[in-house]
């Protein structure tokens, strides 16, 4: 969850925590309440169990354990797996929210590999097909890590517009969103987060019925329709999680590509370098905003090192979750904030 924050994808960030604790709290039974991705709850220490496994692929039951601690496991296995065959795959099950999707290619990236990283969430559909009104898929998101002579290139996109926790951020700042991102249940266009939701409360079995709440778009039209179609398959159906609409928990698919093994490591990081240099020397459009031009995973890099220095600002409305949370669970939490 820092990472996220560090990394500027604030929606994935320390924002979870009561999320997270409330989905303890309903695996032990004592919180009826929260629903996220048709998930039970989340079960601390759960055991990770291997279906099957090849010398090249794998398939992880996550028994429904902290999602995170799921698809880093998968992601070790598909990495020690292309250490010995080029390339290695995993398919988790029963897991729950993995969080930011980059941080797992970025594992492979840092053994010389190409990460693969993409995921369906079972349960709640967000997004509407292209030319559609209803909720039928959800953000779908794919990740791709890509190791060079310095930073990995880290592309890390939702094939929705935004995630969906992007609207509950700006919700919870009470902000608009920009045009394009949402429709309402009339299949209007609306910069008012609330419409996307209906009347619904997130993350709670309160709802005001589907045909009330708006719908994320594609983006892209058509074609980003089509990718979340096949992060649909890929994620949801291979993994065995199902569809977003019925199925459970997020549906994982991770794969390490060694490079080495089809081509030396140097030569694939000095073509990769000089490529970049090359999109980053273009000419320069007058409506940039950073003053260069920017390949996947910088900005997340500069966010990351300017909130190294100056820390991360979290939001009131965080903060004072994050404290009913401590204050029902009798934590002392200026205890721990006065003393890190």
């Not at 249940?185 to 987060?193: A, M, N, V």
């Not at 009347?199 to 709670?204: L, N």
Request: charged fraction near 20%; aromatic fraction near 6%; include cysteine.
């Amino acid at each position: 969850m820092v990472n996220s924050n560090l990394y500027g994808i604030d929606s994935h960030g320390i924002v979870r925590l009561r999320l997270y604790v409330r989905l303890i709290r309903k695996m032990a039974g004592t919180d009826s309440e929260v629903s996220h991705m048709a998930s039970p709850g989340i079960r601390p220490r759960a055991e990770i169990k291997v279906l099957w496994e090849t010398q090249s692929a794998a398939a992880l039951d996550g028994n429904w354990g902290f999602g995170h601690v799921t698809a880093t496991r998968a992601m070790e296995m598909a990495i020690a797996k292309a250490k010995v065959s080029g390339i290695g795959i995993t398919s988790a099950d029963n897991c729950n929210h993995i969080g930011r999707v980059g941080e797992y290619p970025e594992m492979a990236a840092k053994h010389n590999m190409i990460g693969i990283a993409l995921t369906t969430s079972g349960g709640e559909p967000q997004v509407a097909p292209y030319g559609g009104i209803d909720r039928i898929f959800s953000p779908n998101p794919i990740s791709i890590a890509i190791p060079t002579g310095r930073r990995p290139i880290l592309l890390d996109a939702s094939t929705s517009m935004v995630a969906g926790g992007r609207i509950s951020l700006a919700k919870t700042r009470n902000e608009k969103i920009p045009l394009g991102w949402i429709v309402d249940s009339e299949g209007r266009p609306s910069t008012d987060p609330s419409a996307y939701y209906g009347g619904a409360v997130p993350y709670t079995t309160t709802s005001s019925g589907s045909k009330t709440r708006g719908a994320l778009l594609p983006f892209g039209g058509y074609k980003g329709y089509g990718l979340c179609l096949c992060v649909e398959i890929i994620g949801g159906l291979l993994s065995g999680a199902g569809f977003s609409r019925g199925g459970r928990g997020n549906g994982v698919v991770v794969a390490a590509i060694d490079v080495s093994k089809f081509t030396p490591i140097a030569d694939f990081k000095e073509k990769t370098d000089e490529l970049i240099q090359t999109v980053k020397s273009s000419r320069k459009s007058p409506e940039i905003e950073t003053g260069e031009i920017l390949v996947p995973g910088d900005k997340e890099y500069m966010t990351m090192e300017k909130r190294l220095r100056e820390g991360i600002r979290i939001e009131d409305a965080t903060w004072e979750a994050i404290k009913q949370t401590a204050q029902e669970l009798n934590v002392n939490i200026e205890a721990y904030v006065n003393n890190p």
